[in-house]
């Protein structure tokens, strides 16, 4: 079995500066970049989503108001904070990456409404992760620049080679970085999503599989 190479990497690395339709800054990072907040808000990054199953963060920083537990693990987070649970490697549900898209797209389109229960309703920019920023971050990255900024990344893999340049990814860590399973994944959750925005809605999922595969 190939075993990739381990290099350094900044913690955070800048993929995408003033994302087309959205004005905000697009970052990948591993597990140290996303658990360092004073980082987190030097960058102005305000949402973190991570992509790691075997991964994960407590930003609480405060508690809810009238809180009858200080001990909570829960209450306020530094950041706004969403989780996909993807497996580096193997595993995954074919709907993941799927899935992992349009929770990225979700999560730059929310307005947050203007009450007290939601604070962290400003917008800046946002930071996916996985543990070490190489393989499930990167995968999802691209898929959403290919789909989201299609005039600058009309291929699945001008955008891939863009994550890779951008994250300080190597060619000979390429095999693996990301993972060719999580590459088929995009490549095939590309294939649903074009069908899906396109207007297309098939009766079943099995369906919908077929017509993407065609």
């Known amino acids: 079995m190939n075993i990739a190479p381990r ?35 030097a960058r102005n990054i305000t949402t973190v989503v991570n992509c790691a199953v075997n991964l994960d963060f407590n930003y609480a920083v405060e508690p809810f108001p009238q809180e009858p ?28 990456m799927l899935a992992g898209f349009y929770m990225l797209r979700g999560a730059l389109s929310q307005n947050l409404p203007d009450r007290p229960t939601y604070p962290r309703r400003e917008k800046g920019n946002v930071l996916v992760n996985c543990r070490g920023g190489r393989s499930r971050s990167v995968s999802l990255v691209a898929l959403f620049l290919h789909i989201e900024a299609s005039e600058r990344y009309p291929t699945f893999d001008a955008a891939l080679d863009h994550v890779r340049t951008r994250r300080e990814l190597r060619p000979d860590e390429w095999f693996e970085t990301p993972k060719p399973m999580l590459v088929d994944a995009a490549r095939r959750a590309a294939q649903w999503i074009k069908l899906i925005d396109s207007g297309v809605a098939p009766a079943t999922f099995a369906s919908f599989r077929n017509k993407a595969e065609d």
Do not use: H, Q, W
Not at 20 to 36: Q, S
Not at 69 to 90: H, M, N, Q, S, T
């Open 7 to 41: 290099y350094e990497r900044p913690n955070v690395s800048l993929i995408e500066a003033d994302l087309p339709g959205y004005g905000i800054d697009l970052f990948i990072g591993g597990m140290e970049g996303a658990g360092d907040l004073a980082d987190l808000k």
């Open 69 to 96: 537990d200080p001990e909570a693990i829960y209450g306020v987070g530094a950041v706004r904070y969403y989780k996909l649970g993807l497996i580096d490697g193997d595993g995954n549900p074919e709907t993941m």
